[in-house]
C-alpha cells in the first residue's frame, strides 16, 4: 500500500484523480505505455469506451519541461491536466480539460472537447488496457512473475 509520503507529487495527483474518475464511471491505468517514449500519467476507459488521458503537473516546472502533452492527442477522445490548486492554471493551454485534484481525490472544473479516436485506434487501445491492467494485476498475485509485455 502507497502513502502519501511514499508518493512523487505527479503519484498524489494521479491518485486523487482516478478516485474522482472512478465516481464518474472510468476505471484507470496509471502510467499507460502508448508508444515508445510515450506514457500517459492516467489513461481512463469510460462505461461506453470512451478513452480519456489525464496528465498530472505537479509544478511549473513539471509543466515547462514536457512538451510531449500534444502528442496525446491522437490517443484519447478527451484530454485533460490534474494539478493542485496552487497550480498556475493560466499556463494550462486552452481546448483541454482541467481537474484540480490532491492525495484524497479530485473535481472537474473545466470539459475537455471530443475528439473521435479512429476505430482502428481505439480497438487497439482497449486491448492494450486490458492487458496491462491484467498484466499488473498478475504481478500483484504473483510477485515473483518474470516481467514481460507492456507493464
Same mark, same amino acid.
Given at each position: 500500500m502507497n502513502t502519501e509520503a511514499s $508518493?512523487?507529487?505527479? *503519484?498524489?495527483?494521479?491518485?486523487?484523480?482516478? =478516485?474522482? $474518475? +472512478?465516481? +464518474?464511471?472510468?476505471?484507470?491505468v496509471a502510467e499507460m505505455p502508448l508508444r515508445?517514449?510515450?506514457?500517459a500519467d492516467l489513461m481512463a476507459l469510460g462505461r461506453k469506451g470512451e478513452v480519456w488521458?489525464?496528465?498530472?503537473?505537479?509544478?511549473? &516546472?513539471?509543466?515547462?519541461?514536457d512538451r510531449k502533452w500534444e502528442g496525446y492527442l491522437d490517443?484519447?477522445?478527451r484530454y485533460f491536466?490534474?494539478?493542485? =490548486?496552487d497550480f498556475p492554471m493560466d499556463l494550462l493551454p486552452e481546448g483541454t480539460g482541467l481537474f484540480i485534484a490532491d492525495g484524497y481525490g479530485a473535481e472537474l472544473l473545466r470539459e475537455a472537447p471530443h475528439r473521435a479516436l479512429a476505430? &482502428?485506434?481505439?480497438?487497439?487501445?482497449m486491448l492494450d488496457f &486490458?492487458?496491462?491492467? &491484467? *498484466?499488473? $494485476?498478475?504481478?500483484?498475485l504473483d510477485p515473483g512473475m518474470?516481467?514481460?509485455?507492456l507493464i
Open positions: $508518493l512523487a507529487p505527479g *503519484q498524489i495527483l494521479a491518485r486523487g484523480t482516478s =478516485r474522482c $474518475l +472512478l465516481d +464518474l464511471g472510468f476505471a484507470c515508445p517514449r510515450l506514457r488521458i489525464i496528465e498530472c503537473k505537479s509544478s511549473r &516546472a513539471d509543466f515547462m519541461s490517443w484519447c477522445d491536466w490534474a494539478v493542485d =490548486r476505430p &482502428a485506434r481505439r480497438k487497439s487501445l &486490458a492487458r496491462v491492467a &491484467a *498484466q499488473r $494485476l498478475q504481478s500483484r518474470p516481467r514481460a509485455g
